[in-house]
T-cell receptor, first 116, second 115 residues
Framework: AQSVTQLGSHVSVSEGALVLLRCNYS??????LFWYVQYPNQGLQLLLK??????LVKGINGFEAEFKKSETSFHLTKPSAHMSDAAEYFC??????????????FGQGTILTVHP | DTGVSQDPRHKITKRGQNVTFRCDPI?????LYWYRQTLGQGPEFLTY????????KSRLLSDRFSAERPKGSFSTLEIQRTEQGDSAMYLC?????????????FGQGTRLTVV
């Protein structure tokens, strides 16, 4: 079984400030981890994914995330926030094998607000 | 290819009515997934198909819900005797499931409101 916990349902930052969105996972099998972004009334867009290669993963729009097995974490960061980053962000996990292979389990989401 | 397409984008229906949603995946993708997202929550898995075979169904998918993918291309999700609790965004995603395949690409969703 797998689960994801996103710490903080709302995060507010100033434009140009560091963005840090937290995600902790639980998985009985080696996990594949993902961050998706969702703009209002839109579907989900993949930002980045971890699939057991490099632990530091770079994604689109300047985002990156680091897989830390000892902390069971996969936090999302961006050095400098832009107004266009305002959206809801979801962390997700799926198994690299076993019966959970393929389907994603999502966290509850973190709404990012960026102030001018 | 324009990505995963869902129709309609919005649906308002009266309680007790039946509704059907359509999803057209990316053309070469062999897997198709349905998720449901309620307000303030992350998407929850409902079911998925590999080609035309429905391989897994969540316990969230009650007897009033049925999904099909008759020719391994588009899929439909039908909800019979809708209830107010069915109000949600229904998301479809597709992927190409082979070694070196792709992760899931999502459509823009169908927002269902049951009044």
């Amino acid at each position: 079984a797998q689960s994801v916990t996103q710490l903080g349902s709302h995060v507010s930052v100033s434009e140009g400030a560091l963005v840090l969105l937290r995600c902790n996972y639980s998985s009985s099998v080696p996990p594949y981890l993902f961050w998706y972004v969702q703009y209002p009334n839109q579907g989900l867009q993949l930002l980045l994914k971890y699939t057991s290669a490099a632990t530091l993963v770079k994604g689109i729009n300047g985002f990156e995330a680091e897989f830390k097995k000892s902390e069971t974490s996969f936090h999302l960061t961006k050095p400098s926030a832009h107004m266009s980053d305002a959206a809801e962000y979801f962390c997700a996990v799926r198994g690299a094998g076993g019966t959970s292979y393929g389907k994603l389990t999502f966290g509850q989401g973190t709404i990012l607000t960026v102030h001018p | 290819d324009t990505g995963v397409s869902q129709d309609p984008r919005h649906k308002i229906t009266k309680r007790g009515q039946n509704v059907t949603f359509r999803c057209d995946p990316i053309s070469e993708h062999n897997r198709l997934y349905w998720y449901r997202q309620t307000l303030g929550q992350g998407p929850e898995f409902l079911t998925y198909f590999q080609n035309e075979a429905q391989l897994e169904k969540s316990r969230l998918l009650s007897d009033r819900f049925s999904a099909e993918r008759p020719k391994g291309s588009f899929s439909t999700l039908e909800i019979q005797r809708t209830e107010q609790g069915d109000s949600a965004m229904y998301l479809c995603a597709s992927s190409f499931w082979e070694v070196g395949g792709t992760e899931a690409f999502f459509g823009q969703g169908t927002r269902l409101t049951v009044v």
